[in-house]
């Protein structure tokens, strides 16, 4: 049990930091709602996030591999705090999206930083159960966030919540200067300045790691493929319940509570299961049975209807990521790891933004059950082809 102090106590800082997270995002969005009564003013926060993980991830990676990775969280939750604790004091509403940009990349660094540090921390026997455990302490973030953010607002306003928030990233430094030290040999490439010439030189490193490994990085490009697809048809699921299926405010909180119960029931499978759970079975069964879920759910005509394709989501969701996390982090280098998913996430993030925004114009154009159809069928293609690359005969090697 003792090798688990020190997991057990990282799980506590990523979960005060996810509830954090949800109180800021309901909170900030509320202000912004508030200030300007647009729509349209709510979805550029949402693009603000990709956008910011373009600008900062192309070089972040190159910082990430070569710095004290806790040191670096800890600087990146501080500093996130104190620009969250600035947002009610600012003038205008331009200044607003300036610092949520700015905040937007410094949780866009914190991502695979914090992926770095949990490789070295934990050990590979112990990485699936982690994985599930985290999955868990997120899902259980999605359901008390808001909670929490409800009654934040009830007690005050949303500026009350947002400084909330900048206490509890204060809070998750803390527990992160808890742990121990992974990167006690770092000392020479600390000292080194990060120049175009080196990030260009990284940008090799990755590129020859990837044709020499093309199997792991079909795996990944597999997983950023759901990434993006779910992203996309996420963006239309709650004009879809009440514009669609004309659900109320109550039974769509609801169906987001169903579906908060199923990531929670999977990954207490996932913890409770994860010596017997073969991690390409996660990847490839996890993956179809998610797009599934949203088959059920774009063909439904109410809520009776909806809600088993929803659960079947939040359940098929955990066993997709534990798997996908733990195939990632078992082989992909620790030492270019950082370099790797800030590369790979920066085009993510770019095809994000692209499909979100053609989902939108053509649900906008045509309906959304059709365009929500066509999103899921697609997620559906990519689950055949990891089922596909996670069976043949390649998985010996890697499963």
Request: aromatic share 14%.
């Amino acid at each position: 049990m003792f090798r688990w102090k020190y997991p057990f106590i990282l799980l506590g800082g990523i979960g005060i930091s996810n509830v954090g997270a949800w109180v800021y995002l309901i909170a900030l969005n509320l202000i912004i709602l508030n200030k300007t009564g647009s729509p349209l003013a709510i979805a550029l926060l949402y693009i603000l996030h990709p956008i910011a993980t373009i600008c900062s991830n192309a070089w972040a990676g190159s910082l990430i591999d070569r710095v004290n990775t806790r040191r670096l969280m800890m600087g990146l939750d501080i500093f996130r705090a104190i620009c969250i604790a600035f947002i009610p004091f600012l003038p205008s509403l331009i200044y607003v999206y300036i610092l949520a940009f700015i905040i937007n990349m410094g949780s866009a660094i914190f991502q695979p930083t914090s992926m770095v540090y949990m490789t070295k921390l934990i050990p590979e026997a112990d990485r699936q159960r982690f994985n599930a455990l985290r999955s868990f302490i997120n899902s259980c973030g999605s359901l008390i966030g808001p909670a929490i953010a409800g009654m934040l607002f009830w007690m005050g306003t949303p500026y009350t919540a947002i400084h909330i928030n900048a206490v509890a990233l204060l809070f998750s430094a803390l527990i992160i200067k808890m742990l121990p030290n992974v990167d006690s040999r770092l000392k020479e490439t600390e000292r080194q300045r990060i120049t175009w010439q080196l990030i260009k030189k990284d940008f090799r490193v990755v590129f020859h790691f990837s044709r020499s490994n093309t199997y792991v990085v079909k795996i990944y490009l597999l997983f950023s493929g759901t990434t993006i697809i779910m992203t996309a048809i996420d963006s239309l699921e709650a004009a879809f319940a009440k514009g669609v299926l004309s659900m109320s405010d109550t039974n769509y909180g609801f169906l987001l509570s169903v579906f908060g119960g199923g990531i929670i029931i999977g990954s207490i499978i996932n913890s409770l299961y994860s010596k017997k759970l073969a991690v390409n079975l996660l990847i490839g069964m996890g993956t179809i049975s998610t797009s599934i879920g949203y088959i059920i759910f774009y063909s439904s005509d109410g809520f009776f209807s909806a809600t088993p394709g929803v659960f079947l989501i939040g359940i098929a969701v955990t066993f997709a990521n534990t798997g996908y996390m733990t195939f990632y982090q078992n082989h992909v280098p620790v030492g270019m790891m950082g370099r790797f998913e800030s590369l790979f996430s920066v085009m993510e993030a770019g095809f994000i933004v692209v499909v979100t925004v053609l989902i939108g114009f053509a649900a906008e154009l045509t309906s959304i059950r059709p365009v929500g159809l066509i999103g899921s069928f697609a997620f559906l293609t990519v689950g055949l082809l990891a089922w596909k690359a996670v069976t043949g005969e390649k998985r010996k090697e890697y499963f």
